[in-house]
């Protein structure tokens, strides 16, 4: 476990090291106008390569599709720190990011196969633990890194880690080899990587690049619709599928990656304009804005950790993704309501609140996801679940963004004149030192555009949650593998099932159908 979680941790902390390291980056390399490639590239491949990962892991065996992943990640973390031009930069960052894409599902799948989804509540907290380490330790890490050892080693940190990670998986994960004799699906792969990327052409570059109604913006939806379309014809009748459609056909597979979709959407819309409003408007610095994160991160922790052990007792889940929908939905209604005058402690509470949603949620997907599928559709049911949170993520991202952008530039041509509405263009490019420049009357105004922009991203955020929260409720509760055996005297049943429990964590490559899929798609 400690191995899966510090390959996790690789994946996650990337961007966030990254991202405080990139002024000194375009300060050296220079090309200011394809700084957004840099996080492009990296999402581009993640994306592109996540279902892959996951089928080569059901086909070949897991051991050692991941650690082909980690040894991706690592050269392509090595390549960028020597990283002479932008342009490189730039390609190594999306090699970085093909092996990114197998961190994250190789170790949920490898956890998916090595504790039965009854236990693997307990682990939640470590899981979320991971994430909260990331996101606040990222920006304080890649400050310090940047400052004192120089922008490459913000690359080069990835390193070390990851040797650790090698030699532990190397010597102490023992798995079943597995060696498919099918032919590995080329062309549903490269389909679905057009699509794919496609869709995340369209959300980095309309409203940016492109206008959304331009030929560029308009030509790539119908290329992603023409592959996606495609796609599903290839995988009706390959022999394996780098994506199954029948996974789709359980009713909890399909509703949990819906939600898993809408959980991405207004977790990283959220993510990204709560440090933009704790920086300009209620004026932190970079590094105190990534620590008043912490009290989200925490009611993330916590409540993951109470649902992974509540789940583990009881064998009841359901009740996660409601609780965590309506939570997360309130959270965003409070956050909606800030404004110029709110106080860090109560911006704090509001993010508490969307944290213990999170937390209830995030975990909980992928153990529904896992307990839907067969055991041999592992490694897909786990990337189908990362590659929808990914593109949710894109998605809100870039909506969230235009929203933003248009609410800012209303609010400065009401309060400040089409003048200052051109001065303060971008909104969410200003950084503090330019903000504090700014004349006092255009200060103000831009202070509270930036504070109306963010009181429109969470309002959407909030009605888009509620479908979230609204499909929560027609989750089929069914019975958790590999159940823990109850204290009362068991009968010939139980102790049957705890023979068959004792099987399949011996002996888990075996590709038998799970009753509760079956009794799902019943």
């Given at each position: 476990m400690l191995a899966l979680m510090l390959a996790m941790l690789l994946a996650m902390l990337d961007n966030m090291i990254i991202g405080t390291a990139m002024p000194t980056i375009v300060g050296e390399l220079g090309g200011l106008d394809h700084l957004?490639?840099?996080?492009?590239?990296?999402?581009?491949?993640?994306?592109?390569?996540?279902?892959?990962?996951?089928?080569?892991?059901?086909?070949?065996?897991?051991?050692?599709?991941?650690?082909?992943?980690?040894?991706?990640?690592l050269a392509g973390s090595a390549l960028s720190g020597m990283?002479?031009?932008?342009?490189?930069l730039i390609g190594f960052r999306a090699v970085q990011g093909l092996g990114?894409?197998?961190?994250?599902?190789?170790?949920?799948?490898?956890?998916?196969?090595?504790?039965?989804?009854?236990?693997?509540?307990?682990?939640?907290?470590?899981?979320?633990?991971?994430?909260?380490v990331a996101t606040v330790g990222g920006p304080l890490a890649g400050g310090a890194i940047t400052d004192h050892l120089g922008w490459r080693w913000s690359f080069y940190i990835n390193l070390p880690l990851g040797a650790v990670a090698l030699a532990m998986i190397t010597t102490v994960l023992h798995l079943p080899?597995?060696?498919?004799?099918?032919?590995?699906?080329?062309?549903?792969?490269?389909?679905?990587?057009?699509?794919?990327?496609?869709?995340?052409?369209?959300?980095?570059?309309?409203?940016?690049?492109?206008?959304?109604g331009s030929a560029q913006v308009i030509g790539l939806a119908v290329l992603g619709v023409a592959a996606l379309?495609?796609?599903?014809?290839?995988?009706?009748?390959?022999?394996?599928?780098?994506?199954?459609?029948?996974?789709?056909?359980?009713?909890?597979?399909?509703?949990?990656?819906?939600?898993?979709?809408?959980?991405?959407?207004?977790?990283?819309?959220?993510?990204?304009?709560?440090?933009?409003?704790?920086?300009?408007?209620?004026?932190?610095?970079?590094?105190?804005?990534?620590?008043?994160?912490?009290?989200?991160?925490?009611?993330?922790?916590?409540?993951?950790?109470?649902?992974?052990?509540?789940?583990?007792?009881?064998?009841?889940?359901?009740?996660?993704?409601v609780a965590g929908g309506a939570l997360i939905t309130a959270g965003l209604l409070l956050l909606a309501q800030m404004d110029v005058g709110t106080s860090r402690v109560t911006s704090g509470l509001y993010m508490a609140v969307l944290g213990a949603g999170m937390g209830l949620l995030m975990q909980v997907t992928l153990l529904i996801a896992q307990n839907s599928v067969e055991m041999k559709d592992m490694g897909v049911a786990s990337s189908a679940a990362t590659l929808f949170r990914t593109i949710g993520s894109s998605f809100g991202v870039a909506l969230f963004g235009a929203i933003f952008t248009h609410q800012v530039r209303d609010t400065m041509v009401g309060r400040a004149g089409e003048k200052a509405a051109d001065l303060t263009s971008g909104g969410a490019q200003m950084d503090p030192d330019s903000v504090?420049?700014?004349?006092?009357?255009?200060?103000?105004?831009?202070?509270?555009?930036?504070?109306?922009?963010?009181?429109q991203v969470f309002l959407w955020g909030t009605l888009i949650s509620l479908?979230?929260?609204?499909?929560?409720?027609?989750?089929?509760?069914?019975?958790?593998?590999?159940?823990?055996?109850?204290?009362?005297?068991?009968?010939?049943?139980a102790a049957g099932a705890e023979r068959a429990d004792t099987l399949v964590k011996a002996d888990q490559h075996r590709a038998e159908p799970v009753p509760s899929a079956a009794a799902d798609r019943a």
């Open positions: 957004s490639w840099v996080v492009t590239a990296y999402t581009l491949g993640t994306a592109v390569s996540t279902p892959l990962w996951g089928k080569l892991g059901d086909m070949f065996g897991r051991k050692g599709v991941f650690l082909t992943s980690i040894v991706v990640f990283a002479q031009t932008m342009g490189q990114a894409g197998g961190l994250m599902v190789g170790a949920f799948a490898i956890i998916g196969e090595l504790i039965p989804p009854r236990e693997r509540g307990k682990y939640q907290g470590m899981m979320a633990s991971v994430m909260a080899a597995r060696r498919s004799r099918a032919r590995i699906d080329y062309a549903g792969a490269a389909l679905l990587a057009v699509g794919i990327t496609s869709l995340v052409l369209i959300t980095t570059w309309g409203g940016n690049e492109y206008a959304w379309a495609a796609f599903v014809a290839v995988e009706r009748r390959v022999a394996e599928p780098v994506l199954p459609l029948h996974i789709f056909g359980s009713r909890n597979f399909s509703l949990i990656t819906l939600i898993g979709f809408l959980t991405g959407f207004v977790m990283f819309g959220a993510m990204t304009f709560l440090p933009l409003f704790q920086q300009t408007v209620q004026g932190a610095s970079a590094t105190n804005s990534g620590l008043l994160l912490l009290p989200m991160m925490g009611g993330l922790t916590l409540l993951s950790l109470v649902a992974g052990r509540v789940t583990t007792r009881t064998g009841r889940y359901k009740i996660f993704p504090a420049e700014l004349p006092a009357a255009i200060k103000d105004a831009y202070l509270h555009a930036v504070s109306d922009g963010t009181h479908i979230g929260f609204a499909a929560a409720w027609f989750i089929k509760e069914i019975p958790l593998r590999g159940s823990e055996p109850k204290p009362s005297p068991a009968g010939p049943e």
